[in-house]
């Protein structure tokens, strides 16, 4: 079965420390990687896409084939960043998503 | 306002009652998708539609039901409901196929006694 595997509940930061939230996958085919936020009292919205090879709010994200991880990384972490996290990955003939049980960051001061 | 929204948001009902929970969506989007969110478990998908009527299960479909008579709207429907259907559902729809942005609705929490 295709699986996306946060190892992290909660990931814990001081603001300005820099940030990976860990993200691997198993999918036998070509992986399509998002990583989706929910902010508190927010709806979930993506953040980034690994396609797209784009850096939004400070975020990054690179897919490595070998080891199949696509992190999350950000330089210096910042209050705003609080967060749940998912990653995710299409399956199933770009039919289905499949979530990772997410990651709550938290930045404190 | 571009937006997918869900009626209830909020629901306690008792076991084997029918419910069914809205999802409509404003931007003639062709996909849209239920999923569940359980502590600990992360989002899982119920079902799926990728266009009017047409639709497929997710990874988690059983005890439930969907329909898509219209593009703009996806029920989820609780035939005989259980306690361990008590989460927060979620439904989403993107443009086209899931390549492109999912937009999430704002949560329905449902309670099963």
């Known amino acids: 079965a295709q699986r996306v595997t946060q190892p992290e509940k909660l990931l814990s930061v001081f603001k300005g420390a820099p940030v990976e939230l860990k993200c691997n996958y198993s999918?036998?085919?070509?992986?399509?990687l998002f990583w989706y936020v929910q902010y508190s009292r927010q709806r979930l919205q993506l953040l980034l896409r690994h396609i797209s090879r784009e850096s939004i709010k400070g975020f990054t994200a690179d897919l490595n084939k070998g080891e199949t991880s696509f992190h999350l990384k950000k330089p210096f972490a910042q209050e705003e960043d609080s967060a749940m996290y998912y990653c995710?990955?299409?399956?199933?003939?770009?039919?289905?998503?499949?979530f990772g049980t997410g990651t709550r960051l938290q930045v404190t001061l | 306002e571009a937006q997918v929204t869900q009626n209830p948001r909020y629901l306690i009902t008792v076991t084997g009652k029918k419910l069914t929970v809205t999802c409509s969506q404003n931007?003639?989007?062709?996909?849209m998708s239920w999923y569940r969110q359980d502590p600990g478990l992360g989002l899982r998908q119920i079902y799926y539609s990728m266009n009017v009527e047409v639709t497929d299960k997710g990874d988690v479909p059983e005890g439930y039901k969907v329909s898509r008579k219209e593009k703009r709207n996806f029920p989820l429907i609780l035939e005989s409901p259980s306690p361990n259907q008590t989460s927060l559902y979620f439904c989403?729809?993107?443009?086209?196929?899931?390549?492109?942005?999912?937009?999430f609705g704002p949560g329905t929490r449902l309670t099963v006694l």
């Open positions: 995710a990955n299409i399956t199933g003939t770009a039919s289905k998503l499949t």
């Open positions: 989403a729809s993107s443009l086209g196929t899931l390549y492109n942005e999912q937009f």
């Open positions: 931007m003639n989007h062709e996909y």
């Open positions: 999918y036998s085919g070509s992986p399509e």
